[in-house]
């Protein structure tokens, strides 16, 4: 599984952070992926941030 986030796309407000603090990280200087390839069981949280993002700027591939 990946997970790609389109940086210019996404506006840094902490979404996807507050789902899954496991995956992605909102900082001062913007949003950082810590896992790109996190293991299968973070799938079910990926999901929820990647349908949670109201910019629509993160996907989970298998």
Do not use: W, Y
Not at 10 to 16: A, F, I, L, R, Y
Not at 18 to 25: K, P, Q, T
Not at 30 to 39: A, S, T, Y
């Amino acid at each position: 599984m990946k997970v790609l986030v389109d940086f210019d796309t996404c506006d840094g407000n902490g979404v996807c952070m507050s789902i899954c603090r496991e995956v992605f990280d909102v900082r001062e200087d913007g949003l950082h992926v810590l896992q790109e390839q996190p293991g299968e069981e973070l799938r079910d949280k990926l999901i929820g941030a990647q349908v949670s993002c109201p910019t629509g700027a993160i996907t989970v591939k298998d």
